[in-house]
DNA sequence: TGGCTCCCTAACCGTTTCCTTAGCAGGGTC
DNA sequence: GACCCTGCTAAGGAAACGGTTAGGGAGCCA
């Protein structure tokens, strides 16, 4: 019984399959079948069964989830006890939904870690579903994203999601665009787009878009400059695309139903299980330092911290 | 990281030697210095120093131990809980003083397996100061032996500790005798004896008998028949004596200060930490029929189930 | 100073872990 | 029935873990 082994497998609980848990951890899937299968037989218990709904728990291994996931907190409480004790900077990993990894996150951490000098930062994007899952098996300290359920989560932000195309598009002058006149334009999503329990991917699917018409790419950047030359219409930020809107590379179509209000939330373990960065970070995060920032967001991708997402799921 | 160099580092904080922890674990004592090494190295913090007193705690080990000995526990918890949810026979660890391990300890957990169908039971002899470890860290369920510190012990049963030797004994017939008088006899004691924290080891010291008059022998039943030829003196149980003085082959010497009254303790975790056979044994422990079982101890070596100790560390 | 105890390191070795790619198996869905 | 998705198994290799014996060095004590 080794702590990989138990990670896994919690993992694959709280997540419902070994693929996701594989993608989670970076790994190849058979990588996590195989360390739930050592664990299986050295516990003599199956332990997660298939069932047409998922994996499920067999009743031994309903009870050790509990004990598994203690067990793998207290080795990331090991880990932050030295790390302590010696002076070592703080980590402070955050995940978000792709969009905010990218335009908004950045400069957040960047001005926090100004304050407080030892501290490291790393930002990665994850999928909604996951984000709880990173949390609770501490393989992540703060997410900002959706509202989040089985994990504290307070409003962020509020921001409209606004449809846009290309100065071409033949619908940049109507007034009044019913979602079905564009079921046969090309949807450029990005990774957040991908994930259907976003604020954009839920759009979507109200607007009932048919995944055929998706067209999925690496980055909001990406979507941005592909709208912009044509190739079809986007769901995204108002500010975001603002600069890009008053220039004219970029057109606000009037569809029903947008511009959507969104809100974003900032999630953590509760106040208990917190490390004291987060707390700091959590209160970082209301002064009018932090509103500035989120509101000066303006689309333009930030140079310094930014590292490529790892841990992207994609809807496909 | 890895449970096995936790259990290792837990040990050693605790017991403050690194020799104690790798006689605990039953292994070499590199085997344990390498995986205290292999933790330091990967937590970068040296976690226990050498000093006069044995081995101390750096502020970074001080924070780990406790963490580190939750996660311990919870692999414990977490064997037993799998063995539970399956039907698995319950597992109840006994470690006690030689002498209970030899004649009291076997007939008593036969009593108790009886009544208690699915049950596995094992019997090893530890010394005192390493009892309430073995229970901190799970590796016992329960010791039976001298009173404890840091885990609940209760009294079980009152004996008579008295001295002895072969019939031909030039003290034989004395009506007292000065501890000093057996200053040159040869002390034949047995592993409980070599225990400076037990009763017999006590009555060692206080009767001033130099190291280099000890003859350690591995068992108590050792200890008598060499007692009965004659190789010298003993302390033991009166009672495990008794049928050997009333047939002559042992005299009780009337030793100044004997015979000393002893009480031997259960001990195990507090009643929240308790595996449910333990407290079910601590009941059992209460009744006549384990009262009776204990005072019926005569000396004679049970059949059945005791195994040979494994885990003694003599005092040498 | 010499000897002793205790911990650490070195060198070595077998087993397990952990990861990969490739392919099989079983349950849905069309 | 034919697919497809998902999880499992197989095979193989690099790394680690966990153990051993042998020996070096620091501290304590006679």
Redesign the pocket.
């Given at each position: 019984m080794?702590l990989?082994?138990l990670e896994a497998f919690v993992l694959v609980a709280r997540l419902g399959?070994?693929?996701e848990a594989a993608a989670v951890l970076g790994?190849?899937?058979?990588?996590v079948?195989?360390?739930?299968?050592?664990l299986r037989q050295h516990l003599g218990d199956p332990l997660?069964v298939?069932t047409?709904q998922?994996?499920e728990l067999s009743p031994g291994g309903q009870r050790l989830v509990g004990i598994a996931s203690q067990m793998v907190n207290l080795a990331a409480d090991a880990d932050a006890a030295i790390r302590r004790a010696n002076g070592a900077p703080d980590l402070l990993r955050v995940v978000a939904t792709s969009t905010i990894a990218e335009f908004v996150a950045p400069p957040l951490l960047d001005a926090f870690t100004g304050r407080s000098a030892a501290l490291q930062t790393s930002i990665n994007v994850a999928a909604s579903n996951q984000m709880p899952v990173l949390l609770q098996d501490r393989l992540a300290d703060v997410a900002l994203g959706p509202r989040l359920s089985g994990v504290d989560s307070v409003p962020l932000a509020r921001h409209k999601l606004v449809v846009v195309a290309g100065p071409h598009h033949p619908l940049r002058s109507a007034v009044r665009i019913a979602p079905e006149s564009l079921a046969r334009s090309h949807w450029l999503i990005d990774p957040v787009g991908a994930d259907p329990h976003s604020d954009v991917g839920r759009l979507l699917v109200r607007l009932r878009v048919p995944e055929r018409r998706m067209r999925v790419f690496s980055s909001t950047a990406a979507v941005r400059s592909a709208a912009a030359e044509g190739h079809g219409v986007a769901a995204t930020l108002g500010r975001l695309v603002a600069a890009d809107v008053a220039e004219g590379r970029l057109v606000v179509l009037p569809v029903v139903g947008t511009p959507v209000d969104i809100l974003w939330y900032v999630s953590t373990l509760e106040a208990s299980r917190r490390t004291p960065v987060v707390g700091q970070l959590l209160r970082f995060l209301s002064t009018p330092d932090a509103m500035h920032i989120m509101h000066r967001t303006d689309g333009s991708i930030p140079a310094s911290r930014f590292r490529p997402p790892v841990h992207v799921t994609l809807w496909s």
């Open positions: 080794t990989t082994q399959s070994v693929k790994v190849s899937e058979p990588a079948s195989s360390a739930l299968a050592a997660l298939r047409s998922g994996m």
